[in-house]
């Protein structure tokens, strides 16, 4: 088939490093390998001065014109001293946007139409609808988060009334929708579509990439890698995350073991609060803070760890993710310690798969990750049978299968 990829998010450099970056090119790359031809259509391809990833795709970037951003700027000038935190201007920048990816779409496709249009949802975006109903193709749309419910959170979203329309108008016209998480389908069928139409595919990990190993004593001081125990944490240093406690953990840890470090690899708003709480717990010289990690290094920095931590904190709202950095982290064969929430919870069995504790609580986070390194023997196994896991079920190319047969049994 010939499949259609949309990425309409501004905020997704499809050839760049971050998460939902990764998971858009290992979607695309698994699609080719299952023996299709994949179109991949976005608006910004790389953050300028970064060397973008490569891609099996024909990737078509539909840039934001000129006079849409400077609508945008206008409204940011406007708006500062009035209300400066306001999603308004970038709203009204993914409206116009959003009719220019229209068009562009019908320029390039009305003649020619793809098999398959699939969409990864985007804020006020409708991009893919008209195509897919005009041309008669199956739509499969791909939702990673509650995009309304979080841009009315999080980002002071200033039109939440159409950012639910638009959400219930993508998700009404889907042939299929896929969800990364139990809660998201739930999300999905309150907002009134049926449950049959919805199919919860967790993130996944390349299983030849992401395979249990060990990187040499060169290998991981070129990376950056101290010696001796490491707890490690990769992804965005986001409140979300819970990365601004591991600190406190690191000190505690070190008392048993006084030669562990933490390594930290990812960026993000929390940097600046890491390295404080470094300073204030008398760990700084003992913390590594890596910075964004170019994908392609991030399977050898996972298996330099001897513990791998994703310590999220309680929400005020349900965990509705499906967190890359733990598939990577299991598919390396490292011990994982996490937090006992949501999808984590639902999928790794305390004390086989990962070590799972309350969230926020500092002082079970650190006594998990001594209790692995107390016993390399439990760490290994609890690494081994995580790797199990990853690799039996949770992969990019199981997705992908799954959506090809989703696309196939719908009209």
């Known amino acids: 088939m010939k499949v259609l990829y949309i990425c309409p998010d501004t905020g997704i450099d499809v050839l760049g490093h971050k998460g939902a970056s990764v998971h858009v090119r290992e979607m695309v790359a698994a699609f080719v390998r299952a023996g299709h031809e994949v179109d991949l259509v976005a608006p910004r391809l790389v953050r300028p001065g970064a060397d973008p990833a490569a891609t099996v795709a024909e990737v078509t970037r539909v840039r934001v014109p000129d006079d849409v951003q400077q609508v945008k700027n206008r409204l940011d000038a406007w708006t500062a001293p009035l209300l400066p935190t306001t999603s308004l201007p970038k709203d009204v920048r993914r409206i116009l946007y959003d009719q220019v990816l229209v068009d562009a779409l019908d320029a390039r496709y009305a003649d020619d139409p793809p098999d398959l249009v699939y969409v990864r949802a985007s804020l006020l975006s409708t991009a893919g609808i008209g195509l897919a109903q005009r041309t008669g193709r199956p739509l499969v749309v791909e939702l990673n988060a509650p995009l309304s419910d979080e841009q009315e959170r999080y980002r002071a979203g200033a039109l939440v009334e159409l950012y639910r ?93 006084p030669a562990a470090s933490l390594v930290v690899a990812g960026d993000g708003p929390l940097r600046v609060e890491v390295e404080r709480m ?134």
């Open 278 to 411: 470094a300073l204030a717990t008398g760990t700084a010289d003992h913390v590594v803070c890596l910075g964004a990690v170019d994908h392609d290094d991030v399977a050898d920095v996972i298996a330099s760890f001897d513990v791998a931590l994703a310590p999220y904190p309680e929400l005020p709202h349900e965990f509705y993710y499906s967190p890359l950095k733990v598939f990577e982290y299991l598919g390396c064969g490292v011990p994982v310690v996490a937090s006992a929430v949501g999808q984590i919870a639902a999928l790794l069995q305390h004390g086989r798969h990962a070590v799972l504790t309350r969230p926020g609580d500092v002082g079970e986070l650190a006594a998990a990750c001594v209790g692995l390194l107390d016993d390399p023997a439990r760490a290994r196994s609890i690494g081994d049978a995580g790797a199990r896991l990853v690799h039996e079920s949770y992969t990019w190319d199981r997705n992908a299968a799954w959506v090809l047969g989703l696309a196939a049994g719908v009209p």
């Open 165 to 257: 329309a638009v959400e219930h108008r993508l998700l009404h016209a889907a042939s299929a929708v896929s969800v990364v998480s139990d809660a998201l389908r739930d999300h999905v069928v309150g907002r009134g579509v049926p449950e049959s139409s919805v199919s919860v595919l967790p993130n996944g990990i390349d299983p030849l990439r992401f395979t249990p190993h060990r990187p040499t004593a060169a290998r991981r001081a070129h990376l950056g890698i101290p010696p001796g125990p490491v707890l490690g944490f990769v992804g965005g240093l986001r409140p979300w995350h819970g990365v601004e406690v591991l600190p406190q953990v690191l000190a505690a840890v070190r008392r048993s073991h």
